[in-house]
């Protein structure tokens, strides 16, 4: 029963490099999502897929790429990462668009030097 | 946009009651609901109220709705250490995400 898995769990970069975070789920979601968790400052949404084939931009999607490969699979993308960058990311997914019970991953700690 | 406001800290002792308070903007959101985090962890449900509704009670857990003030609160009967972790108030976005308030840090003193 594995829910939403997120890859890797930690990541050290430095500046101006890339990397991809992978997320499945395996509840047979229709919607994806990715946040960042800073201190003070809650979780803002980057990016989110309502469905397969469509991605969306969030409140923060700067610096960010994602691909919604499939119906199980979203993966949130830094092609040149920032100091800026360093955060929590956490992979969410939910049955429908309106604001249904999300499911989180356990996160993924980014640190960027 | 919808704004959702929590404030930061909450302290208790084992045994008390707590009270975690959330405004918010807009109430145009079908669901409200309440998710905590435990620390190093991601974020679970821990309840949610359908809009209409002004409590709903799940055993230690009451939540309560006043749509007219639009104000959310979650109180934890005989509150335990294993409580202690960030409850987080969330509310539906227009963009079938959900909108988050920066989160309430409870602290359960022995």
């Known amino acids: 029963n594995a829910g939403v898995t997120q890859t890797p769990k930690f990541q050290v970069l430095k500046t101006g490099q890339s990397m991809t975070l992978q997320c499945a789920q395996d509840?047979?979601?229709?919607?994806m999502y990715w946040y960042r968790q800073d201190p003070g400052m809650g979780l803002r949404l980057i990016y989110y897929s309502a469905s397969e084939g469509t991605t969306d931009k969030g409140e923060v999607p700067n610096g960010y790429n994602v691909s919604r490969l499939n119906k199980r699979e979203f993966s949130l993308r830094l092609e040149s990462a920032a100091p800026s960058q360093t955060s929590v990311y956490f992979c969410?997914?939910?049955?429908?668009?309106?604001?249904?019970?999300?499911?989180f991953g356990q996160g993924t700690r980014l640190t960027v030097v | 946009g919808e704004d959702v406001e929590q404030s930061l800290f909450l302290s208790v002792r084992e045994g008390d009651s707590s009270v975690i308070n959330c405004t918010y903007t807009?109430?145009?959101?079908?669901?409200l609901y309440w998710y905590k985090q435990e620390p190093g962890a991601g974020l679970q449900l821990l309840t949610y109220?359908?809009?209409?509704?002004d409590m709903k009670q799940d055993q230690r857990l009451t939540v309560l709705l006043n749509k007219k003030d639009k104000h959310l609160s979650l109180r934890i009967a005989d509150t335990q250490t294993g409580d202690s972790a960030i409850y987080f108030c969330a509310l539906g976005g227009s963009q079938g995400n959900l909108i988050f308030g920066k989160g309430t840090k409870l602290s359960v003193k022995p």
């Open positions: 969410a997914s939910s049955r429908d668009r309106e604001g249904a019970e999300a499911f």
């Open positions: 509840m047979n979601h229709n919607s």
């Open positions: 109220i359908f809009s209409n509704m």
């Open positions: 807009d109430s145009s959101s079908t669901y």
